[in-house]
Structure formats: C-alpha cells, structure tokens
C-alpha cells in the first residue's frame, strides 16, 4: 500500500522528465538529419573531383568514428573534454542532446546512402540529358524518392534515440531516469519507481512507432514496396 | 605532446589495461547466454504453443522498449527488494544477456522463417521427430542467416559493456573516468579510451566478416551486388 502513494507522490516529478526526454530525442533526430544527409549524399556522389572525393573519405572515417565509440564515452569526452577545452559552456542537456545527434547522424548517413543507392543510375543519366544540373537532379528526382524510401529504416532511429537518451543520466541531464534515481534515492523504494520509469519509456516508445507507421503508410510512393 | 605521451604510457596504460580486461569479461560472459537465449525465444515465438509464443512475444516487446540503462538499475536496485542482491558485475551480465538475447531473437526469428517450411515437413518424413527436426535441419541454416544481424548486436554490446561503469563496476569507461578525474586530462583520456574502443570493435567486425565466409554454404550465398 505504502509503495502505491509513494507511486502517486512521485510520478508527476518522474513524468514531467518525459519533457527533457523528448527534448533529447527531437533535438538529436533533427541534429541528425541535418548532418546524416549531405554524408549520405557526399558518400555516394561524391568522387568526380578531388575536393569531393576527399570529403566522401572524411564522410567515412566520421562514421566509422562515431559507430564505434559508446555513447557513454562520447558524452564523457564531449562534457569534459572537448566543449571545456574549445571554451564552450553549454549545459548538460544540450551537450547531450547534440552527441545523440552527432552519433545518430552517423547511422543516418548510412540509411541514406543505402537509400541513394537504391535508385537506379538511368534516373540520373535521364535527368542530366534533359539538360539539368547534377545538384538539380538530386534535389527534384533522387532525393524526393530517396527520402521516402528510407523513412522505414529512418523510423528506427526513434526507439534507438529514446532508449540510449537515459544515457545523458550521467552527466546529470533532468531526464526521466535520472529524476527517477533521485526520487529514489528520498523514497528508497525502487520497484515502483523504476518500474513506472520503464513503463513510461515502453508507451513512449510504442505510441511513436504508431505515429510513424503511419506517416510511412502516408508518404510510401505508390506501387514501391510493401503491401 | 611528449608529456602526453609519457602520460599514456606511464601513468594511463596500466588502469585502461586492466578496465580493458574487466570490459572483456563482461562481454565474454554475455555472448554466449545472450545467443542461446536468443535461439530459445525464436524458437519459442515460431514454434512453440500459443502461451510460449505470446510469453516470447511479450519478453522481446519489454525488454526493446525499456532503456538497457532502466533495465540494469531494475536488476540491480530492485531485485534486492525479492530477496535477490547481484553484485554489479552479475547485475551488469544479467542485463547486457536480456538485452542482446531480445535483439538476436528477432535476427534469428526472421532467419527461421526464411528457411522454406517444406524443409520441416521433409525432415519429419523422414522420420524425424519435431524437436529433431528444428535443431539439426532448422536452425544450422537459420544460424547462418541470422549472423550477420547478430554480430551487428554483439557489436553494439561491445560498447554498451560500458553502461556497467554507472552500476559502479569498473571496466574500461570507469577506469578511464577515474584516471580522468585525477589528471584532469579528459580529452586525452576519454580519446585513448575511445580508441580502444575502437579497435576491438573494428577486430570484431573483421573477426565476424570472416566468420560469415567461412560458415558459408557454396552455392547459397547472397550475392553481394
């Protein structure tokens, strides 16, 4: 019984997290999308002139850096090491949220390469002989169609966000977990907490992949893929 | 930079040495569990009654959608409360295995249903039982499906060991934290400790590359283009 007004006193301090949360993931999915596109695009076009080409092996070596590394890490070296080193002083939260982004937009890139390389060369050479330019082309016939063909894959990016955004816990971000871990530690009673914490998180991450669901139902080009 | 470099060797090597040794421990000993435990829910969401198979369902639903960072502070802050006190590493472990085992299952999962269902009904023609029939025609097929998906899991297992640094046990994250910490050199530190990082994941997807190649079937291989 105790541990049920426990539950009720806690709660709305744990859930007002929820905020700071999606905060983290929105923040992270734009940051990624902003950054994980033009990776994406330079990987697969890039290569006609050295700068190009230079940039597409610098695309590369970012990915490869940034999947590699745990997100505990880079927060850490981000927090402590790079931001204080380089003068900036940004609060805990948008130092997270900008390394879930950074870090996601290495996965992005490569859900948009995949993408790009999935719609046939011809498109390009047709496009080129109606007399448009290569940047032209991507912008009004690849992309349109590129875009939508990753948003399956892209729509993953949601739940990965919004489990691995507890990990900003460690630097002290207000999120969910860590509000939660406070309210324990005054309650000291941690199966009603914690478990609610996780509840929370499993709705969340449920009615986000309805929402998206949708929206692929919503903008798949007709006759592409599924049924 | 000479500093730098004195530090590393000096002062740095040792401690990231042995959290390194303390982070492999921790993935050496949730790979395997994680992998069996991830055939026996696929096998329990395809084949088994529809308890079992709701049961998997349910399992793989909950432990997705919880944060793996919830997940070990409910094993190790909450299961004291039944009677059960893991220590950080067992807790870590426990964690790390019901996270992967619910991500490999569905790799594994999606590989048994690519297996033609005629092959089943083959197999029990010939006279083998069910169970028989799943573990030696099924699952040596399906295995090789699913690894390329699972060894993107154990990668990703690789890092998240260092989630076990926040339930206090000190693998390579924490030992680099707290080396950090007393030099104040957390750039350096945090950059040497992300290396290591990622060289063993880079060993491992080389080591995983290689794998798949060699399990391969001559003739059923995807083709690459």
């Known amino acids: ?227 | 930079m000479d500093d730098s470099l004195r530090y590393i060797l000096e002062d740095l090597s040792g401690p990231l040495l042995q959290g390194t040794i303390a982070s492999l421990k921790l993935i050496a000993c949730s790979v395997p569990f994680g992998l069996i435990l991830g055939f026996a829910i696929a096998v329990g969401w395809v084949y088994g009654n529809r308890a079992i198979s709701g049961l998997c369902k349910v399992y793989v639903l909950l432990v997705k959608g919880t944060p793996l960072l919830i997940l070990l502070f409910v094993i190790y802050f909450c299961l004291p409360s039944l009677g059960l006190t893991l220590s950080p590493f067992a807790a870590s472990v426990t964690g790390f295995i019901m996270c992967n085992a619910a991500y490999n299952s569905e790799y594994i999962r999606g590989a048994i249903l690519s297996v033609r269902s005629g092959q089943l009904i083959a197999a029990r023609s010939l006279g083998m039982g069910r169970f028989q029939a799943i573990i030696s025609i099924v699952l040596p097929q399906a295995a090789r499906r699913a690894l390329p998906g699972c060894s993107n899991e154990i990668i990703y297992l690789i890092k998240y060991s260092s989630l076990a640094y926040i339930l206090s046990f000190i693998e390579l994250t924490g030992a680099g934290k707290m080396a950090a910490t007393r030099s104040f050199r957390f750039t350096l530190v945090f950059s040497v400790v992300g290396l290591v990082y990622l060289t063993m994941v880079t060993l491992a997807s080389l080591f995983f590359m290689w794998l798949e190649k060699k399990f391969a079937i001559p003739g059923f291989e995807r083709s690459r283009d």
């Open chain 1, 1 to 227: 019984m105790q541990s049920t007004s426990i539950l009720i006193e806690s709660l709305p301090n744990i859930a007002g997290g929820l905020f700071t949360t999606l905060g983290l993931v929105i923040i992270a999915l734009a940051v990624g999308f902003v950054v994980g596109l033009p990776l994406g695009v330079i990987q697969v076009y890039g290569g006609s002139s050295i700068l190009t080409r230079a940039l597409s092996r610098g695309a590369v070596l970012y990915v490869w850096f940034l999947r590699g590394l745990p997100n505990l890490v880079l927060l850490f070296l981000f927090y402590y090491g790079i931001f204080p080193f380089l003068g900036i002083d940004l609060p805990p939260f948008f130092v997270g949220a900008t390394v879930l982004g950074l870090r996601s937009s290495a996965y992005q890139s490569q859900i948009f390469r995949g993408a790009l390389l999935s719609i046939d060369q011809g498109q390009m050479h047709a496009a080129r002989s109606l007399g448009m330019s290569r940047a032209l082309a991507l912008r009004s016939v690849i992309l349109p169609q590129a875009l939508r063909i990753s948003l399956p894959a892209w729509s993953n990016e949601y739940p990965i966000l919004l489990t691995d955004s507890s990990v900003c816990y460690a630097i002290g971000v207000m999120e969910m977990l860590t509000r939660a871990s406070l309210q324990v530690s005054r309650t000291r009673a941690p199966v009603p907490l914690y478990l609610a914490t996780a509840a929370i998180f499993i709705i969340m991450n449920y009615l986000g992949m309805s929402i998206l669901r949708i929206s692929e139902r919503r903008w798949r080009i007709p006759g592409f893929g599924g049924s």
